[in-house]
């Protein structure tokens, strides 16, 4: 299902930011200077959207990041590069399982919410969102319902603007009791990518 439903029309193409960072000396780690760089990409590739990192290894776009400290450089989910802003749905039913406002500028959250998807052992998560989430734990939300939405810097954790879109299944999950821990990527030989499925599953783009 489309999750981006008030988003106007434009060509979408799937991008390995990491490789396109090889490339390129600006400061990703400053998300004014990351967001201009991704227009220029948009641009030089005459497109409106991108999307893509689902288990991209990501050590030369976040060298200077907080996953240095760790080697934590695989991105568990799939971003999807709109601007700030955009509404977002949901692409299935699903019963929010935890809500999360991350204050951390350094790589956090900013408005994360966790959703089991209802009739599936699997864990939808959306990150980097606006503070403002109408949703209540425990609550049932229906296909197409807006959710909401892409949030700028300030509020996403210190990232460019962008959703993130991770899937997971009920042993990840059960591997932190404590949501608040739960981190967008992980170490190369980690155990549990083996229990990161592909949010393309779900998830369609507005063409």
């Known amino acids: 299902m489309n999750i981006f439903p008030t988003l106007q029309p434009g060509r979408w193409q799937k991008m390995n930011l990491d ?5 390129n ?5 400053n998300p004014e200077e990351c967001a201009q760089w991704i ?7 005459k497109i409106s959207y991108s999307y893509g990192g689902f288990l991209e290894e990501r050590s030369t776009l976040w060298k200077d990041h907080y996953q ?11 971003d999807y590069n709109v601007p700030v802003g955009t509404s977002v749905s949901l692409p299935c039913k699903g019963i929010v399982e935890d ?15 966790i959703w089991r998807i ?17 949703l209540k734990v425990g609550q049932l939300c229906q296909r ?22 991770q899937i997971v299944d009920q042993e990840f999950m059960k591997q932190y009791p404590d949501k608040k821990t739960i981190d967008g990527y992980l170490t190369k ?19």
């Open 19 to 23: 490789k396109e960072a090889r490339k």
């Open 25 to 29: 000396n600006c400061d990703f780690t």
């Open 39 to 45: 227009d220029w990409l948009h641009q030089q590739q």
């Open 68 to 78: 240095k400290e760790t080697g934590a450089f695989i991105h568990l989910g799939m």
């Open 99 to 113: 809500i999360m406002i991350d204050h951390d500028q350094d790589g956090g959250w900013g408005g994360r919410i």
């Open 118 to 134: 209802v009739d599936t052992p699997l864990y939808l998560i959306y990150g980097h969102l606006e503070h403002t989430i109408n």
């Open 144 to 165: 197409g319902d807006i959710v909401g939405i892409t949030a700028p810097s300030s509020q996403n954790g210190g990232w460019y603007p962008h959703l993130h879109v």
């Open 189 to 207: 030989d980690h155990r549990l990518l083996s229990h990161v499925y592909d949010p393309s599953l779900f998830v369609k783009r507005k063409r």
